[in-house]
C-alpha cells in the first residue's frame, strides 16, 4: 500500500520553461514532506521540504507547495536548467517513519 | 569522501549464500537507515536504527537482519539471499538534535542475486 505516490514516471521540459513536479499522499498524519534529487550511481540528496504548518517553502528556483485538504504537494523548478536533469523522489514523515513515493525522471532539454 | 560510505557498491551473489552490506558514517548522527530501491516502487525502508541498543523493523523487513556495531556503522544482512532481494540498496543517517527529517544517503550498494 503506497501512502506517497508520483503519477508521472517522467517528465520532459524545454531549457528555461517550468518544471511542475506533482506527488499525492494518502496518510493525513504525514507532518513533513521532502523532495530528493537522485542523479545516477549516486544517492539521492535532500532538496527541499515543507512542513505540514505551511503552504509553501521557497528556496532559490525551488519552491515547494502544499495543499493539504488535497493531499497533494508539487515541486515547481522555474527556470528549469539541463543540471536539472534527475530523478525526483517525494517523501513524506510521521514521526521519522518516512515513506518515498517512486520518483519523476525529469529531462531538461536545452 | 563520502560522509556515508557503502561497501560493496556492486555484488553478485547465488541464490541462498548470506550476504552483509555495510555502512559507516562521519556525520555523527545517532539515527541509521537502511532503504532498497526497485523500479516503481521508490525506496522501502528495511530498518532503522535510533542509536547502538535500538533496532526497528521497517516495512519490508522479512528476510534481512541488522547490526548496529556502533554509532558510526549499521550493516544489513541477507541471511539466504533470494533473486527478488536483486535490487539497489542504500543506507542513510539523520540528524536527532535538528530533526527535519532530512536524510543523508550513501552512493548505494547494487545486489544482483542468481
Known amino acids: 500500500d503506497q501512502q506517497v505516490k508520483q503519477n508521472s514516471p517522467s517528465l520532459s521540459v524545454q531549457e528555461g520553461r517550468i518544471s511542475i513536479l506533482n506527488c499525492d499522499y494518502t496518510?493525513?498524519?504525514?507532518?513533513?514532506f521532502l523532495w530528493y534529487k537522485k542523479y545516477p550511481a549516486e544517492g539521492p540528496t535532500f532538496l527541499i521540504s515543507?512542513?505540514?504548518?505551511?503552504d509553501k517553502n521557497e528556496d532559490g528556483r525551488f519552491t515547494v507547495f502544499l495543499n493539504k485538504s488535497a493531499k497533494h504537494l508539487s515541486l515547481h523548478i522555474v527556470p528549469s536548467q539541463p543540471g536539472d536533469s534527475a530523478v525526483y523522489f517525494c517523501?513524506?514523515?510521521?514521526?521519522?517513519?518516512?515513506?518515498f513515493g517512486a520518483g519523476t525522471r525529469l529531462t531538461v532539454k536545452p | 569522501d563520502a560522509d556515508v560510505t557503502q561497501t560493496p557498491r556492486n555484488r553478485i551473489t547465488k541464490t541462498g549464500k548470506r550476504i552483509m552490506l555495510e555502512c559507516s558514517q562521519t556525520?555523527?548522527?545517532?539515527?541509521m537507515y537502511w532503504y532498497r530501491q526497485d523500479p516503481g516502487l521508490g525506496l522501502r525502508l528495511i530498518y532503522y536504527s535510533f542509536d547502538v541498543k535500538d533496532i526497528n523493523k521497517g516495512e519490508i523487513s522479512d528476510g534481512y537482519s541488522v547490526s548496529r556495531q556502533a554509532q558510526a556503522k549499521f550493516s544489513l544482512s541477507l541471511e539466504s539471499a533470494i533473486p527478488n532481494q536483486t535490487a539497489l540498496y542504500f543506507c542513510?543517517?539523520?540528524?536527532?538534535?535538528?530533526?527535519?527529517?532530512?536524510?543523508?544517503f550513501g552512493e548505494g550498494s547494487r545486489l544482483t542475486v542468481l
Open positions: 515543507i512542513s505540514s504548518i505551511k
Open positions: 542513510a543517517t539523520s540528524d536527532l538534535v535538528h530533526n527535519t527529517g532530512e536524510l543523508f
Open positions: 517523501a513524506a514523515s510521521e514521526n521519522n517513519d518516512m515513506r
Open positions: 496518510n493525513s498524519m504525514f507532518d513533513y
Open positions: 556525520k555523527g548522527h545517532d539515527r
